[in-house]
């Protein structure tokens, strides 16, 4: 069992509609991390996250840590939304914040 | 431009052939991280850089792989006698380590594929 998963692996949805993608991990944690990733491979830090919850446009990152749960919401998405999703732990280990165990990815393709 | 650079994006090798990547971090980021993503997967932690020391590698980053951070700034990544599972995409992070938790910026990856 991987110590990140992600839920769902592909996520077909029509522009507009509120978008949920789930991250369970099952080890301690200093951090959690989402991440984008576009075709071409280039990644982009969206949050890092601790606690409770994080709001960037219409991004929304939240995080249970008695739960080992971690939920990333996209408000009225858009085609441009569309892109792999990563779910990302930082091990508590008291050093390298971005030793990171990753989650294999969420595939978001958002129509038109 | 003041993100993380990384050199080439792409490199198609002969199996047992040698490969070197580069990775031009953030100018004031004292850590430097690689990563190697396979197709379909999530990207795995191979080795990280304080300065210019080597701090911990992934079992993953067999005795073919070695990297370096000579002087603290740019890093490269080279794998000797490259093999068909070496193909993937190699990816470079930076960030400034701190007593907080900062976050880190990603390079645009370099994509191997060994044939």
């Known amino acids: 069992k991987n110590e990140v998963e992600q839920s769902p692996q592909n996520l077909t949805a029509q522009e507009g509609e509120f978008i949920t993608i789930n991250c369970s991990y099952s080890?301690?944690?200093?951090?959690l991390h989402w991440l984008q990733q576009h075709p071409g491979g280039g990644i982009v830090s969206l949050f890092m996250l601790s606690s409770g919850k994080k709001k960037h446009g219409r991004l929304i990152a939240t995080i249970n840590i008695q739960e080992k749960h971690s939920s990333l919401h996209i408000t009225a998405s858009h085609p441009r939304d569309s892109a792999v999703y990563i779910c990302?732990?930082?091990?508590?280990?008291?050093?390298?914040?971005?030793?990171?165990?990753f989650g294999k990815g969420t595939l978001l393709t958002v129509n038109p | 431009d003041t993100g993380v650079s990384q050199n080439p994006r792409h490199k198609i090798t002969k199996r047992g052939q040698n490969v070197t990547f580069r990775c031009d971090p953030i100018s004031e980021h004292n850590r430097l991280y690689w990563y190697r993503q396979t197709l379909g997967q999530g990207p795995e932690f191979l080795t990280y850089?304080?300065?210019?020391?080597?701090?911990?590698k992934s079992r993953l980053l067999s005795d073919r792989f070695s990297a370096e951070r000579p002087k603290g700034s740019f890093s490269t990544l080279e794998i000797q006698r490259t093999e068909q599972g070496d193909s993937a995409m190699y990816l470079c992070a930076s960030n400034r380590y701190t007593r907080g938790y900062t976050e880190a910026f990603f390079g645009q990856g370099t994509r191997l594929t060994v044939v």
């Open positions: 850089f304080q300065n210019e020391a080597q701090l911990e």
């Open positions: 990302a732990v930082s091990p508590y280990s008291g050093g390298s914040n971005y030793k990171l165990t």
């Open positions: 080890v301690g944690i200093s951090a």
